[in-house]
């Protein structure tokens, strides 16, 4: 019976802290760089042109081969099965030496840091294909990077783990908990996806999601399971007294 009722209680604890950790998505603005509407094969952007929503990390002003924006693959032979979400992807092309400084797409966020919070952080990283390059060559993958900041804080990273091959996507995903207290609690969250210049030329990002689950003190837990377990054993007392 004893055994019976540890099994009701620990039942009770992990639903109980199920339900505390249901996620709820964090909005990120633009977060599959459809804005601006753009036709297929064509890239829309620039040198310090960044996608609506968000903005541009290290632009090199002074250097032209740089370029940032969003690129529809429908019809290309850039992406196998094309964009993984919408029409759009996210561009940070970097045709420079291997060597110089990274360069990227970045975004800061209306919601800010919470205590007691599972953050997970999920983009998909595209290695641009050379099977149809046109004026540019392609080939390699540059490496990439993403980042989640609490204000200024880097928090959390993912430091070029996926490595995708020609035309292929993979996706990233960078976790971040907090406890009962943490010093940037209160801070703006932000994201940046970076390009590292490494051999290749182009990085492409596209699906960038942000889910925020609520997650109990193990304190709380163990109250339940306590609770759960003294309730039972009063009613099974009861029974036997009556």
């Known amino acids: 019976m004893i055994n019976h009722l540890l099994r009701y209680s620990v ?11 249901r996620a709820a998505t964090v909005l990120v603005s633009n977060h599959s760089f459809e804005t601006p509407v753009t036709a297929a094969a064509t890239f829309t952007g620039g040198m310090a042109s ?6 541009v990390y290290n632009t090199g002003a002074t250097n032209a081969d740089r ?4 690129w529809n693959p429908s019809t290309t032979n850039s992406f196998v099965g094309g964009a993984p979400d919408g029409a759009n992807v996210g561009v940070v092309f970097l045709q420079n030496t291997t060597g ?19 953050y997970t952080l999920t983009i998909d ?7 149809d390059p046109g004026p540019f060559n392609f ?13 200024s804080t880097l928090i959390a990273s993912d430091n070029n783990t996926l490595s995708p091959g020609e035309g292929i996507f993979m996706t990233s995903v960078v976790t971040f908990t907090t406890g009962g207290s943490h010093a940037n609690s209160g801070e703006q ?8 210049n490494g051999p290749g030329t182009e990085v492409n990002f596209d699906n960038v999601r942000l889910d925020a689950s609520t997650v109990p003190e193990p304190s709380t837990a163990l109250l339940v399971i306590i609770g759960a377990f003294c309730t039972v054993f009063r009613r099974y007392r009861n029974s036997l007294i009556s």
């Open 100 to 118: 110089l400084a990274e360069a990227g797409l970045q975004q800061v966020l209306t919601a800010s840091l919470q205590v007691l919070t599972q």
């Open 125 to 131: 990283v595209g290695n641009f294909s050379n099977v």
């Open 189 to 196: 969250l932000g994201i940046r996806l970076v390009n590292l």
């Open 139 to 151: 080939t390699g993958f540059p490496g990439y990077r993403v980042d989640f900041f609490a204000g």
């Open 50 to 55: 960044a996608p609506s929503g968000w903005s």
């Open 11 to 21: 039942v009770a604890a992990l639903i109980f802290v199920t339900d505390a950790a």
């Open 67 to 70: 370029q940032f924006g969003v």
